[in-house]
């Protein structure tokens, strides 16, 4: 079973602190790593991908991908009481040429003013 | 601009009947998805599409069918309506490949009674 793994929270951080989100991914062989937004009640929206080991930058978020140990993480920078949300974690694992998007259960972030 | 269009928005059933939902998106990709997602249990894979013409079992397929009627649409299936499928269905597609994201519709509500 390929498994995504996420810390279901909450967090909760103060306005203007970073929040540091983790994921670790059980199938070595896994492609692609995709961070989405889910507001309550709402559908997620994507906010990061990234694919080669590293950092990688857009405003306030960082995410940072370390294969060889299976971890996936997103920073979020000067954290704002509208970042307040449940963040997902997921992994494109590949069968053959299809490609199959499996998702962690979600981090409830919570920021406070 | 429409992406991707779920419908309906809500639905009450009975236990024991049956409903479609549809699923429609105007991007122009090859693969799409069902979701369901439950309070805890983040989302779930139902069934996949790479492309018109195929489908295949995500983590939860008992008691859903599906049809990929063409490259625009996946429609989801449910034969026997029972309590336990009372859930968020939320539709999504991607482009062909593994850097692709998925993009989401606005989810379906469906309460089974």
């Known amino acids: 079973q390929k498994e995504v793994e996420q810390n279901s929270g909450p967090l909760s951080v103060p306005e203007g602190a970073i929040a540091s989100l983790n994921c670790t991914y059980s199938?070595?062989?896994?492609?692609?790593f995709f961070w989405y937004r889910q507001y309550s009640g709402k559908s997620p929206e994507l906010i990061m991908s990234?694919?080669?080991?590293g950092d990688k930058e857009d405003g306030r978020f960082t995410a940072q991908l370390n294969k060889a140990s299976q971890y996936v993480s997103l920073l979020i920078r000067d954290s704002q009481p509208s970042d307040s949300a449940t963040y997902l974690c997921a992994v494109t694992n590949s069968g053959g040429s299809n490609y199959k998007l499996t998702f962690g259960k979600g981090t409830l972030l919570t920021v406070n003013p | 601009n429409a992406g991707v269009t779920q419908t309906p928005k809500f639905q009450v059933l009975k236990t024991g009947q049956s409903m479609t939902l549809q699923c429609a998106q105007d991007m122009n990709h090859n693969s799409m998805y069902w979701y369901r997602q439950d309070p805890g249990m983040g989302l779930r894979l139902i069934y996949y599409?790479?492309?018109?013409?195929?489908?295949d079992k995500g983590e939860v397929p008992n008691g859903y069918n599906v049809s990929r009627l063409n490259k625009r649409e996946f429609s989801l299936r449910l034969e026997s309506a029972a309590p336990s499928q009372t859930s968020v269905y939320f539709c999504?597609?991607?482009?062909?490949?593994?850097?692709?994201?998925?993009?989401f519709g606005q989810g379906t509500r469906l309460t089974v009674v």
């Open positions: 599409s790479a492309s018109e013409g195929t489908t």
């Open positions: 999504a597609s991607s482009g062909q490949g593994r850097y692709t994201e998925a993009f």
């Open positions: 199938d070595r062989v896994s492609q692609s």
């Open positions: 990234i694919y080669s080991n």
